[in-house]
């Protein structure tokens, strides 16, 4: 069974650095993977879905990586701003449509 | 606005009183989900429905049924509700499969079974 790990669970910094966030999955036979915001109250908000077959995908400041034969994918916010604290969560997407989420890292930008 | 709403946000009930919690998306998407979430354990899917009249057990389906009569709805169904299913439900949908398309979240219910 596919478990998804996330690394720090909790993670702290100042407002203009760079981070990066981790997802390490212990199946590498996916589909895709796929990275979520979630605010308090809020439900979740797609950023980056990465096909099995790519590598990376950048969407303004986000960037994310997929290293399938490591198991391992990163989210990489630049310039992170107080409007970027929130959960991430990582998703992969497996054969019979199961979807399994890590537990998520909780982001605090601090201005 | 391209939304998909679950309702209710809160709900406290009892052991062994049946419920329904009901996803709606005015997106006409295809696949639709649910999944619960738990401190420590992140998001487990429940079930998920490929297309009306299609659904598929996920990861933690015990004590939950669901339906999809209708394109727009997938409701979720607990007809004895035990306190272990006290938690955090996500209702999903997506064009086609989830794993292929961005997927689009509901706010989410919170369930206290008492």
């Known amino acids: 069974k596919q478990e998804v790990t996330q690394i720090p669970a909790a993670l702290s910094v100042p407002e203009g650095e760079n981070l990066v966030l981790n997802c390490s999955f212990t199946d590498s036979a996916i589909y895709n993977l796929q990275w979520f915001r979630q605010d308090p109250g809020k439900g979740l908000t797609s950023l980056l879905l990465i096909q099995s077959s790519q590598r990376e995908q950048t969407s303004g400041r986000l960037n994310a990586s997929l290293d399938k034969s490591s198991g391992r994918s990163t989210l990489y916010i630049a310039a992170s701003q107080p409007g970027d604290s929130a959960t991430y969560l990582c998703?992969?997407?497996?054969?019979?449509?199961?979807?399994?989420f890590g537990t998520g890292t909780s982001l605090t930008v601090i201005p | 606005e391209a939304q998909v709403t679950q309702n209710p946000r809160y709900l406290i009930t009892v052991t062994g009183k049946k419920l329904t919690v009901t996803c709606s998306q005015n997106?006409?998407?295809?696949?639709m989900s649910w999944y619960r979430q738990d401190p420590g354990l992140g998001l487990r899917q429940i079930y998920y429905s490929m297309n009306v009249e299609v659904t598929d057990k996920g990861d933690v389906p015990e004590g939950y049924k669901v339906s999809r009569k209708e394109k727009r709805n997938f409701p979720l169904i607990l007809e004895s509700p035990s306190p272990n299913q006290t938690s955090l439900y996500f209702c999903?949908?997506?064009?086609?499969?989830?794993?292929?398309?961005?997927?689009?979240f509901g706010q989410g219910t919170r369930l206290t079974v008492v």
């Open positions: 998703a992969v997407g497996q054969s019979g449509n199961q979807f399994y």
């Open positions: 997106m006409n998407h295809e696949y």
């Open positions: 999903a949908s997506s064009p086609r499969q989830i794993m292929n398309t961005e997927a689009f």
